[in-house]
């Protein structure tokens, strides 16, 4: 039997359950492991597991799901959510993504190693694999949440717009709200509906907007519109636990690697090389940097979230940042030869900006023929708003 595992988020990998399951998994047939979504890349990179979980793509798990029903037997979605319930929330909105979902057996497998731990049939095929399953992991089976969509849908036909309101599964009180990897509010309420009109956010019910979120979200005077119904939404950490597993490594020997570069005054070797800018996007670090020897990331979180994955590529950054820190990481590590600007509150994103357009061309990415004079003209540009600089 062909067994696929989409994998996803960072708990299940950190709590050691994935490599577990895995484990079993493979008494029954050849099992091929990929992760779903992002930010799970760097657990896995800690538990030294990138030869057994592939971490190169960045398909949701229900695209995920779909490749592999074109070569798979079996697909098992592997999950720990916050709860158990939230769990199986997030078991059913994935399975109702799919485009056919009767076209392999599809079983969730929900906080295997936790006394609540369920195995979940996603769709109707899945019944014929349930029992082996279950007597294999050792987990009994669950039955599966009614649909429910999170989405509904208005139009005034006083004013013609769209509104569109989107509930939020799982959330705890005081907890941040993400929409497509940016802070947009927070919780205060376990209940919280975020509302759009015409594809920019007005309202979240039951939370509190921070508005400065919203601005980065719609590209500030860009104003760019937001599909809430398709939009990526998370509440809480990025990353809730570091890795429990005895051998977790910070910093894998697969991927990281030396840069050339390694002073803030430019005292080291001079090196050419791939200069990438981060700007707000920390989920998308691990297909920006691809090949680059510097990263320039722009905001206080995704200075803490980026700067921590690209600490395990072994890639230095020059983080841009002026103390608006929603603190959504734990316990980050910067790579050597990294810089930490803090400017005067309210400026890295306008820093960003001015970095982007006159020493990257207007570009996300370019090749630089000396990468230390690079660092100095960021500090020239960002001189008259330093308020401290931290060198790792």
Not at 366 to 376: R, T, Y
Request: charged fraction near 25%; include cysteine.
């Amino acid at each position: 039997m062909k067994i696929s595992v989409v994998i996803h988020g960072p708990e299940v990998i950190d709590s050691g359950e994935a490599k577990t399951v895995l484990e079993k998994l493979s008494r029954l047939g050849e099992v091929r492991a990929e992760l779903g979504g992002t930010m799970g890349k760097a657990a896995v990179l800690d538990a030294g597991l990138e030869n057994i979980i592939d971490i190169t793509g960045h398909l949701k798990p229900s695209a995920c799901i779909e490749a592999f029903f074109e070569t798979a037997d079996l697909i098992c979605l592997l999950n720990r959510g916050k709860t158990f319930e939230t769990g199986k929330v997030f078991g059913s909105k994935v399975s109702s993504r799919l485009k056919d979902r009767e076209k392999k057996p599809l079983i969730q497998i929900e906080c295997p190693g936790s006394s609540f731990g369920r195995i979940i049939p996603l769709n109707k095929k899945a019944g014929d694999c349930i029992e082996k399953l279950s007597r294999t992991l050792g987990i009994p089976a669950e039955e599966p949440l009614p649909f429910h969509n999170p989405v509904s849908i208005e139009n005034c036909p006083k004013t013609g717009k769209t509104r569109i309101i989107r509930e939020i599964s799982g959330v705890l009180p005081g907890e941040n709200i993400f929409v497509n990897g940016i802070v947009i509010g927070k919780s205060l309420s376990s209940k919280i509906r975020i509302v759009s009109e015409n594809g920019f956010i007005t309202a979240i019910e039951g939370g509190e907007i921070k508005e400065h979120g919203l601005e980065k979200l719609h590209n500030y005077e860009k104003r760019n519109s937001v599909n809430l119904e398709k939009a990526w939404i998370k509440s809480g950490d990025i990353r809730r636990n570091t890795s429990l597993l005895p051998d977790a490594k910070k910093q894998s020997t697969a991927y990281a690697r030396k840069s050339g570069c390694s002073s803030l005054s430019g005292n080291g070797n001079i090196v050419s090389g791939k200069v990438v800018l981060i700007d707000h996007t920390a989920e998308r670090t691990f297909e920006l940097a691809a090949g680059a020897e510097l990263a320039v990331t722009v905001g206080d979180d995704t200075t803490e979230i980026a700067g921590d994955i690209l600490f395990r590529l072994g890639i230095p950054i020059i983080g841009i940042t002026d103390g608006d820190c929603d603190e959504v990481a734990c316990q980050t590590e910067l790579f050597p030869g990294s810089v930490v600007i803090r400017l005067a509150s309210g400026n890295d994103d306008a820093l960003g900006r001015k970095i982007k357009q006159e020493l990257l061309g207007g570009e996300n990415s370019v090749v630089l023929e000396d990468i230390c004079a690079f660092k100095e003209n960021v500090i020239k540009l960002a001189e008259p708003l330093i308020e401290d600089i931290f060198g790792y």
